[in-house]
């Protein structure tokens, strides 16, 4: 029997050296991986590369921190969003470096939120650096939760926010370097368990001094399990059951690929 070990909801597929053999590997370890992408322009090249894939699903986004230099991309985004149930990478970025841009990176972020509303079932992962109260007020105002499913990625933002985030039907996608700190920890451990995702953000998180890859997941739940202090069969149920809503929303009955519990 087919079964999913485990889940990266937020992953650079496309920025791995060979994208194929991961998605091979990804196969061969089950682990159900959604594919972000930076721009709206190597969307397609994802989609061919994940189109006969069980297990990646391939999204259509346009970064942050390239908005300064790719916001006339924002129509060709707002097309795609069409023709793809997952969206990310999305949102905003508030480091230094990024202000000057930071006004065109609301505009692009309010009209990616407006499009996945229109389209509806659109599950999407967002960006928030250094940006999280502004991210929430937009998904607030342009979002509703019945329709369109956010996911914030690496989530860094105070615990209130996390709560207003909460209250905007938010789930918050967790990978190994957000546990290295007590803070990070902390902030983590009051993420409700309904609302707990994995994600390894690679190739731009380490373990072990090398580039992770999407079944370093399986080590995020065993890190989560020890945080919440569950047994590591319980986390992986949480993770697995959140999973199943969350593909759900986008359309995709992952029943069908016989999801062990």
Not at 135 to 144: F, G, R
Not at 155 to 181: D, E, P, W
Not at 215 to 239: C, F, H, R, V
Request: hydrophobic content about 40%.
């Amino acid at each position: 029997m087919t079964t999913i070990r485990g889940f990266d909801f937020h992953c650079h597929v496309d920025l791995h050296p060979d994208p194929a053999v991961i998605i091979q590997q990804c196969e061969r370890e089950r682990i159900a991986v959604v594919a972000v992408t930076t721009t709206p322009k190597a969307w397609p090249q994802n989609y061919l590369w994940t189109k006969s894939s069980t297990y990646v699903f391939a999204a259509v986004g346009l970064h942050p921190e390239l908005v300064g230099e790719r916001d006339f991309e924002v129509e060709l985004l707002e097309k795609r969003i069409r023709d793809s149930r997952f969206v990310g990478e999305v949102g905003l970025d508030g480091s230094p470096q990024h202000r000057p841009n930071y006004d065109k990176q609301r505009e692009v972020f309010a009209r990616t939120l407006d499009a996945s509303q229109k389209h509806r079932g659109r599950v999407v992962t967002i960006h928030s650096r250094c940006a999280a109260r502004d991210v929430i007020t937009l998904i607030e105002e342009h979002i509703d939760p019945a329709d369109v499913l956010c996911i914030l990625h690496w989530f860094s933002g105070s615990a209130a926010l996390m709560q207003r985030a909460i209250r905007a039907g938010c789930y918050f996608s967790v990978n190994t370097a957000m546990l290295k700190h007590d803070r990070g920890k902390t902030l983590v451990q009051s993420i409700p368990q309904d609302r707990l995702l994995t994600e390894t953000d690679s190739p731009f998180t380490e373990i072990d001094d090398r580039k992770t890859v999407p079944w370093d997941a399986l080590t995020t739940i065993t890190q989560l399990a020890k945080l919440y202090g569950e047994p590591d069969s319980k986390m992986k149920n949480i993770i697995t059951n959140n999973a199943k809503c969350v593909f759900q929303f986008a359309g995709i009955n992952l029943e069908e690929i016989n999801v062990e519990v």
